[in-house]
C-alpha cells in the first residue's frame, strides 16, 4: 500500500507563531511535525511509499527529507503542485503519482494515532467502499463538523461546525479505493470534503472507522502550543528536561525582576502541563540568566528563597522535581556563563556525567533560550 501526506498546506491560522516554513514541517518537540507522521507510517510495513504532496515552501521539505534520507523504510516521491489545487485537487494529483489501488492518506497538519491494520482489515471487508474515513469520538467542540454513521459504519451525513456535547469527527485518515473513485471530471482546484465526500453520501460507498487513538490537529495556536507538550510525552526519546525561568515557568516583569517571592507568579500555561513533563522526564534541571544579581537589583539569598519556594510547589502539587538549578549572574552579554554561552550547560554535563546532549530538551520561550539549546546541540521547544 502507498500512503499520501498532504504537505501543501498554507497555514494561514498558524502563521502567527509559524511563519517561515510549510505547516507541517512546524516543530514540535524539537522535531518537524512531518516527521511524526512519518515515523507513525514507518510503524506499519504494509505502507511501502509515501508520496508528499507538496506547494507552499517545498523547497523546506526538499532539503528537510534529503536530510533524514535512509532514516524510513520506504522511498518517498512528490507530487508538486505549481498553483494550489485544493484538498481535492492535491489528492487527485498524488493519486496519480501511486500504482496501487488502496492508498491512505494523511492530513499534514494532524495526527491521528489511527490503528492502521484494522483499519485496513475494516476496509478490506466493505469491498463497495470508495473510501473509509478514521472517525475520533470527541465530547464538547465546536471546532468541527460533526459526522453521523448508521448502524453498518456507512456514513449518512456531514454536519456543519457547531457547538456538540459528543460525537465524531473526520480525523482526516483516509483509506481510498481508487477503483471505486472517479475524479477526472471535477474542476483542477476543489474540496476533497465538498466535492468528494458529500455527493458520496447519496452513494452510500462512504464509511467510517471509529478509533480512540491519539488525536491533535495542530492548525491553530493554541492546539500547536498543546502538541509541544503532548509530543514530549507521547512520542520523544528525551529523559532530560532543561527549563527557562522567566517567561516560562513564571511571568515575567517587563523593565524589571522578579526580586521575591511575593512577586513571583507562575504562568498558567506552565502549570497545565506541569504534571506531564514531571512524570515524562527522569531529570529536570532550570537554566536561567539572573543579571538582577549582577546589578545589585536583588541578592543571592533573595533568589535563593525564590527557588526554594518555587521547587516546593512543583514537587508537592505538580510531581515536578527540580533536581538543580544553574543561574548566571553576570551582566555582559559575552559572559561565559549566561545564555546564549553554554557555560551552564558544561557546569551541569560535569555534574550529570550521564546527562547526554541527544536525549535532552530545553522549553524555553525566548531566542536566547533556543541559541543556547542549538548551541549545546540540544532540542528546543518555544512556549
Known amino acids: 500500500m502507498e500512503a499520501i501526506v498532504l504537505a501543501g498546506g498554507l497555514g494561514t491560522r498558524l502563521r502567527s507563531v509559524v511563519s517561515e516554513v510549510p505547516k507541517c514541517m512546524a516543530p514540535v518537540a524539537g522535531k518537524p511535525f512531518l516527521w ?90 466493505r469491498p463497495d467502499a470508495a473510501v473509509t474515513l478514521a472517525l475520533k469520538p470527541l465530547q464538547q467542540f465546536d471546532r468541527y463538523g460533526r459526522v453521523s454513521l448508521d448502524a453498518g459504519g456507512v456514513i449518512t451525513g456531514f454536519h456543519e461546525k457547531q457547538p456538540c456535547a459528543d460525537g465524531l469527527i473526520n480525523g482526516g485518515v483516509y483509506l481510498v479505493r481508487r477503483s471505486r473513485l ?41 492546539d500547536y502550543q498543546r502538541a509541544q507538550f503532548e509530543f514530549l510525552a507521547r512520542y520523544c526519546s528525551y529523559d532530560t528536561l ?15 525582576y522578579v526580586k521575591t517571592w511575593q512577586e513571583f507568579q507562575f504562568r498558567p500555561e506552565f502549570l497545565q502541563w506541569a504534571s506531564l513533563l514531571g512524570r515524562t522526564f527522569r531529570r529536570v534541571f532550570v537554566v536561567t540568566n539572573q543579571r538582577g544579581i ?25 510531581g515536578l522535581r527540580v533536581e538543580r538549578i544553574f543561574y548566571a549572574t ?6 561565559p556563563r549566561r545564555k546564549p554561552q553554554t557555560g551552564m550547560w558544561h557546569e551541569l ?35
Not at 458529500?198 to 472507522?209: F, K, T
Open 294 to 318: 549582577g546589578r545589585g537589583v536583588m541578592t543571592e539569598q533573595a533568589l535563593g528563597d525564590i527557588h526554594r519556594e518555587m521547587c516546593r510547589i512543583l514537587a508537592e502539587d505538580y
Open 36 to 125: 511524526y507522521l512519518l515515523t507513525y507510517l514507518a510503524r506499519y510495513p504494509e505502507v511501502h511509499r509515501v508520496v508528499l504532496s507538496v506547494g507552499y515552501l517545498r523547497e523546506v521539505i526538499f532539503e528537510w527529507i534529503a536530510s533524514v534520507s535512509g532514516q524510513f523504510p520506504f522511498p518517498i516521491d512528490y507530487a508538486v503542485e505549481e498553483v494550489p489545487l485544493g484538498t481535492g485537487g492535491g489528492i487527485r494529483l498524488a493519486l496519480s503519482k501511486c500504482t496501487s489501488d488502496e492508498v491512505l492518506v494523511l492530513n499534514g497538519d494532524t495526527m491521528f494515532d489511527v490503528d492502521l491494520p484494522r483499519m485496513l482489515q475494516a476496509h478490506a471487508e
Open 182 to 222: 472517479d475524479l477526472s471530471a471535477l474542476p483542477e482546484r476543489f474540496s476533497f470534503e465538498k466535492e468528494v465526500f458529500e455527493p458520496h453520501v447519496a452513494l452510500r460507498d462512504l464509511y467510517g472507522h471509529v478509533s480512540e487513538g491519539f488525536f491533535i490537529d495542530i492548525g491553530i495556536p493554541a
Open 349 to 383: 554535563l560535569e555534574a550529570c556525567p550521564d546527562v547526554q546532549a541527544e536525549r535532552t530538551v530545553m522549553i524555553g520561550d525566548g531566542d536566547c533560550d533556543e541559541a543556547f539549546a542549538r548551541n549545546c546541540h540540544i532540542a528546543f521547544v518555544r512556549v
Open 242 to 256: 532543561l527549563l527557562d525561568r522567566d517567561g516560562t515557568i513564571n511571568v515575567r516583569r517587563p523593565g524589571d
Open 330 to 335: 553576570g551582566t555582559s552579554d559575552t559572559d
